[in-house]
């Protein structure tokens, strides 16, 4: 693991990777050091996706106002860099005041015996995300700190430039800015939300929970119980926003030790105030233990159930998933078809698949639409059907080459999440439940050995012109693209850490079927 403070040495390492390897992957988890359980799990996911894990731990005196615990924020840069080091991460980026900011703009305070390094903000560039969203929430008692959180995350993204920079969901309204500040500058990175990590008592990982004894402990965990009642005051019919805040707060007032600061239904993108829940909305809560600040928040979705069904190739996903998707009474989306499409796309208007610039551009001009009812199936794009046209043997022996493209699946994502936003689908690929759906309510690991996956293959080719190819060719040739989906820059194959994985070997179709009815039950809640 390498240890960096200055800028300088940073890009030095930086560019030197890059240079090795020209499509490197950086994953950036940006934080204030004090790391604890929460901080792991999104080093865990960068360490996961990318080549590179690298954290950032600098205390950052712009998010902090006047009256705010900058000074006493807890620092244990030592238990950090141990931490980082048993996590696997490769690069620690720790600067001072000084380093990021400049000489002219950092100063003491008088009282040098704090050592209290203060910013000249007069002296610096500002970054200001919309006020709708920086007044609202915890910005209406925290002045500046948004502004502060946007400067500091925009100079970390230009120094690091990484692949996908990891930020947790606890603090959902830096997130909302964050993701709108990406958008809007055009930044080349993914913002990956992770999901709170919570102590037995559900009350979420923080490194302001250092500053609670036992007894605020248990007393702040109340929060979590008040979102849970909020939850089930949602999932029990009523969707007015009035209701599920109602019951929040009343739950809160059970706790006298607890003063609340707010508790807020938005838009989780927006944050715009939300009367009734449409899609989604974020149920937001602050408070105070003490003199210690605490924050916690859950997604409330009105929407269908989305299965999401990843696993390797030949696992029998697609035809799983049409039939899951029948058993279910929920629609089946095909991915596979939308990819099909777009090759389609290239085929017809002469753009070489081999010229991604070109790619992008053509398809960054396109829209697709897409009937999900199979009684009455259709896709088109550019406003032209073709659902019949995208099953020829051109489009078919093409669209792995076009499957590969970063823009092709950068728009395909999009799409299907936007197929999802009602929910009420069962879906198939390889990064489904990592990665276009993460918030699946049921994610199914499908898989199966290499041994019976080749066997099923051999089945397959019994009477086509490779019928005469071994056993253990093809078990050769699934241990490699197992291997290869596994390490590949786009989509990889990975199992969500809330899949259920299921083994099919000596299962039937129908076993496996029932075994995700089964499943979709239990966990949505239906009766058998």
């Known amino acids: ?31 204030m050091g004090a790391l604890h359980a929460g901080h792991l799990s999104l080093i865990q996911r960068a360490r996961q996706e990318n080549a590179i894990a690298l954290v950032s731990i600098f205390v950052n005196p712009l998010q902090f106002g006047p009256t705010e615990d900058f000074q006493d924020y807890p620092r244990n840069f030592e238990q950090d860099r141990l931490l980082c080091e048993q996590a696997g991460v490769d690069v620690i980026f720790a600067p001072s005041a000084t380093e990021m900011f400049g000489n002219q703009a950092v100063y003491r305070t008088e ?43 925009t100079k970390l993204l230009s120094l690091v430039q990484p692949t996908k920079a990891y930020f947790g969901q606890k603090d959902a309204q830096q997130l909302a800015i964050i993701r709108k500040l990406a958008f809007d500058f055009n930044l080349p990175v993914e913002i990956v939300a992770c999901p709170i990590v919570r102590e037995e008592s559900g009350l979420a990982k923080s490194s302001r929970n250092q500053y609670l004894t036992a007894e605020q402990k248990q007393q702040a965990s109340v929060l979590y119980r008040a979102l849970q009642q909020a939850s089930e005051t949602f999932y029990s019919g009523d969707r007015s926003g009035a209701a599920a805040l109602a019951a929040a707060r009343a739950a809160v007032a059970g706790e006298p030790a607890v003063k609340l600061e ?19 909305g974020l149920l937001a809560v602050a408070a105070r233990v003490g003199s210690t ?38 629609f089946y989306l095909d991915t596979g078809a ?20 070109a790619i992008a551009e053509l398809v960054s001009s396109s829209y697709l639409e897409y009937n999900l009812d199979p009684a009455s199936k259709m896709l088109k794009i550019n406003g032209e059907d073709v659902t019949e046209a995208i099953r020829s043997l051109e489009v078919t022996s093409r669209v792995s080459e076009m499957a590969a493209i970063p823009a ?13 936003t009602k929910g009420g689908i069962v879906a198939e690929g390889r990064d489904i439940g990592t990665n276009v759906f993460p918030d699946a309510e049921l994610k199914i690991f499908l898989t199966a050995s290499v041994q019976e996956r080749s066997r099923r293959r051999l089945l397959e080719l019994k009477d086509t012109d490779r019928a005469n190819i071994s056993l253990a060719q093809l078990e050769q040739d699934i241990a490699l693209r197992d291997e290869k ?7 990889p194959l990975r ?14 179709v129908a076993e496996v079927i029932d075994r995700i009815v089964g499943l979709y039950k239990e966990k949505i809640g239906l009766k058998s």
């Not at 970054?127 to 969203?133: D, E, F, G, T």
């Open 262 to 280: 707010y508790a807020e239904l938005v838009d989780p993108d927006t944050l715009t105030p939300l009367q009734v829940v449409e899609t989604a």
């Open 111 to 153: 009282k040098e015996k704090t050592a209290q390094q203060q910013i000249n903000l007069s002296s610096l560039t500002q970054v200001v995300p919309p006020p709708a969203m920086t007044s609202v929430l915890c910005g209406k008692s925290r002045p500046g700190h948004f502004q502060g959180v946007a400067a500091i995350v």
């Open 293 to 330: 600040r605490l924050i916690d928040n859950i997604i409330l979705r009105n929407r269908r159930p989305i299965v999401a069904i990843d696993g390797p190739a030949g696992a029998g996903k697609s035809t799983v998933t049409r039939l899951a998707a029948t058993a279910l009474n929920l």
């Open 485 to 491: 989906d596994s390490t590949r820059e786009v989509a």
């Open 408 to 420: 092709v699946r950068q728009f395909l994502v999009e799409e299907q999440r936007r197929c999802g």
């Open 1 to 31: 693991m390498r240890l960096f403070t200055t800028i300088a040495a940073l890009r030095c390492y930086l560019n030197s990777q890059k240079s090795a390897a020209p499509n490197l992957t950086v994953g950036l988890v940006p934080t």
């Open 495 to 508: 199992k969500a850490a809330d899949a259920v994985e299921i083994q099919t070997d000596n299962l039937t």
């Open 338 to 357: 939308m990819y099909r499409a777009l090759t389609w796309l290239a085929l017809k208007t002469g753009t070489p698949i081999s010229d991604e610039c």
